[in-house]
């Protein structure tokens, strides 16, 4: 029996919160991988224990406190699954010569010639929901959904309910521990039969076959989703290592053997001239495959090619994604209305009759900013072309002039915020007309908040749009430190939250609980979550791993205000910084009332730095590299990404922090600089040998 939280002692409390943690993170494993030992209700007992008796002793709290972990399991509907390496997405491409490009970066990169072949495996691009698949000595123990990249969703149960997901492999080729990703879809036939009985009984029905799958694979019972048509191809992995093979396709040729689906359409091409005859082939029987597909997949077929290649901040550099072209309709301009973004751009849309582009129903689209709409001259009582070309957002291409009523009148732009009523000014040299109104603007203030808890942000589960703007509206939150003191105030309340309608304890409970998990917080999402004008997720990635901390960060910012300093030097060394992204930067951390904001959200939060890449302990690991001058053995680019694999920052500018500069033939000025700072200057040679340890 448990001692009563009000009758601890000190000591017994310190005790129990270490058996506590201990415990939860015991069970917390078991969910994630094996089978529970115990109930939920018991799980949710241990967390609220832990939980009280923090409350009572908050000096004790743990560093490893349950309470504190991000991402703790039971949260919302799915657990979290950190992918053991990356789920990346693919570079894109839309015409035939993004392909004939393709194969000369390759090219490049690899530094070979041009009589010699790059073989290219092609496959059609299916329009589902990636998934990757966990075996363990050859028993599929875990499913997850691709996510943000990182992390996705524990949709194990339900990914077992498809039949083309080998539950066992018998074959011993098949590595102990595997790793197999691909894509779960529907098929349009299914797809047809299933909206028809959704039809009879009076549900809603699926926008496309794509929607039907990720409506089906998200289902909290997996008995729902077994009764779901649900298909999958199986297509790559998180590492070839296990599979010993040389090429993509023997890996495909294997996974078909183990009784894997793999794309029966899929062929190896030797040139770019066959590549391009198997698009436009597959582009025009598209409409009679029996499932969606939104282009084609080239994939270099040489694993040790792959390996070299490697992979850039988000897209592996071995594979491009051929897109189809987008789909096109035509409809009326209902009307014209103005939204207010994030950061106070003021973008009208067109309000559309509704219509059928690519298997979606579209009835808006955007018309980007007054020039567009000025230059194609679109009109209210316009007849339209629109197209949706993969994900993006439907376009406006072009007016049907003929169609247009005799009595239309141009659009005419507004000059203020349709919704604080501020000016909204077009600065020199700018398309974007923004309001002036800042912080009084709801619109910017509520979008700003739902960026912060958005899910490549803070990723605060179930604290949706409709919520922000809720509380945003009844001034519960204002600003980001709002939200991690809202269960303190609303603790306090005359009307809590969960006597409120819409909401409960429970769901009131699963809200904090899910506030509170995300007290700590990677740098790249803490600095993502800010909302820095043109600091985007990539963006904010490169500046995690430039600074490693939040407090290096912020100092740097704060410096590189001085053009002439080291700080800005720094920041424009990182490669895919420039000069406009700096000045935001700057501009950002320049704001008084932006830092303001920043002490106190930092007074709720914790910004854990960067886990330094395992890097072991290379000379180079963790030490800035420039280099300089035509190198004989491999490309620049190949070095870099060498570089980078053994742990090394590349950077394109020499300073005084910089610890190696590696010259090449014909060197310029920066083998000088490095000389006069004194930085090391390494050979070719000197560098090959050092890498190679
Ligand atoms: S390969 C590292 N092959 O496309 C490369 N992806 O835009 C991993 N997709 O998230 C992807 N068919 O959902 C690959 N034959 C195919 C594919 C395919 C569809 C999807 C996948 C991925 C997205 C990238």
Redesign the pocket.
Known sequence: MNTSVSYLTEKEAKQELARLAELIAYHDRLYYFQEPEISDADYDLLRLRNKEIEEKFPHLIREDSPSLRVGAPLLGPFGKVVHRQGM???DNGFEDQDVYDFIDRVRRFLGISHEMPIELVA????DGL?STLQYQDGGFSLGAT?GDGTEGEDITQNLKTIQDVPRHIEFHDFPALAEI?G?VYMRHKDFIEMNAEREAQKLPLFANPRNAAAGSLRQLDPRITAQRPLKFFA??CDSYAPFHVETHWEFLEKLKRWGFMT?PLAKVCETAEEALAYYHDLEEKRASLPYDIDGI?YKVNRLDWQNRLGVSTRA?RW?L?HKFPAQKAQTLVNDIFIQVGRTGTLTPVADLAPVTVGGVVVSRATLHNEDEIARKDIRVGDTVVIQRAGDVIPQVVQVILEKRPPNSVPFSFPHTCPVCGSHAVRLPGEVARKCMGGLVCSAQAALRLRHFVSRDAFDIEGFGSKHVDAFYKEGLIKTPADIFTLEKKERESPSPLQSREGWGELSANNLFRAIEARRRIPLHRFVYALGILQVGQATAKLIARHYMSYQAWKEAMIAAKDSESDAYADLLSIDGIGPSVSTDLIAFFDEPHNLEVLKALLEQVIVLDETPVDVGKGPFANKSIVFTGTLQHMTRQEAKVRAEALGAKVVSSVSPKTNYVVVGESPGSKAKKAQEYGVQILTEEEWLEKASH
Do not use: D
Request: proline content about 11%; glycine content about 0%.
């Open positions: 990346l997405s693919l496959e059609p691009k299916i990636a691709r990703r894509e297509y790559a794309n997949v592996p594979a994604a």
